[in-house]
């Protein structure tokens, strides 16, 4: 297992990945689900979950990465 990290303006996490996690950065509900899709928190060895500020952002990463996408889950009151 590799202990991998991603950082994103100045937050930094550190996660133990096999093959594939997905980080899932909601307001009031945040989880990092393994390759199958179930619910594994305990990737995340150390660091908060990320925050995306708006305008153009810096990500960074160290480890076995051959991929990061983001996909933006935006919301807003009426």
Known sequence: MVISLLRLVSKTMYLAIKTKAIIDCRQGKQNIYNATGVVQNTLRKRGGFLEIPT????????????????????????
């Open 55 to 78: 305008g153009k952002v810096g990500i960074s990463f160290t480890g076995n990465v051959r991929k990061i996408t983001i996909r933006p889950n935006w919301r807003y009151k009426i």
